[in-house]
């Protein structure tokens, strides 16, 4: 017997049934930091960026949003799921680094970690992809949980 709940007895990918979970509030906050750097900071007005695409942290939020629904659609053992709420932030912590929280609630059968992580990484992916222009030395780094609550076990980090 294995102890992965993706996996079933004759070692097949399986989805998890989640008929019998009973449906709770969950909500899950991801965390992704990333180095833009001072080059790309510098530009910076009002806590955005406006370039030829656009307002970059509004695109990235949108994105962000957009990625959270869609999650179910890349991660093949994700349920789709009915989303309550997305809250994405972008903080510039000093001249080289922001971070970025996506905060993910339902009330379901199943957790929305991976919605959450799904949101914070698209958010970086389009930030990336609006400033490149400028710079190509920014890097994606320390995308994780940082809470979730509801369901088996809540956990704060």
Same mark, same amino acid.
């Given at each position: 017997m294995?102890?992965?709940? +993706?996996?079933?007895?004759?070692?097949?990918?399986?989805?998890?049934?989640? %008929?019998?979970?009973?449906?709770?509030?969950?909500?899950?906050?991801?965390?992704?930091?990333?180095?833009?750097? %001072?080059?790309?900071? %510098? +530009?910076?007005?009002?806590?955005?960026?406006?370039?030829k695409k656009g307002p970059v942290f509004q695109t990235a939020i949108i994105a962000g949003i957009q990625a959270v629904k869609k999650t179910s659609d890349i991660i093949p053992m994700c349920h789709p799921l009915l989303i309550n709420g997305v809250d994405i932030d972008i903080n510039i912590i000093n001249n080289e680094h922001i971070e970025v929280f996506c905060e993910v609630t339902i009330e379901g059968k199943t957790g929305v970690e991976m919605e959450a992580l799904t949101g914070a990484s698209a958010t970086c992916l389009t930030i990336y992809d609006m400033c490149k222009a400028i710079s190509q030395k920014m890097i994606i780094k320390d995308v994780k949980l940082v809470e979730k609550t509801g369901g088996k076990s809540d956990i704060k980090i």
């Open positions: 294995n102890n992965f709940t +993706h996996i079933n007895e004759k070692n097949q990918p399986k989805m998890v049934n989640v %008929s019998d979970k009973k449906i709770t509030k969950r909500t899950a906050i991801a965390k992704a930091t990333m180095f833009l750097g %001072s080059e790309i900071i %510098s +530009h910076f007005k009002n806590e955005d960026l406006i370039t």
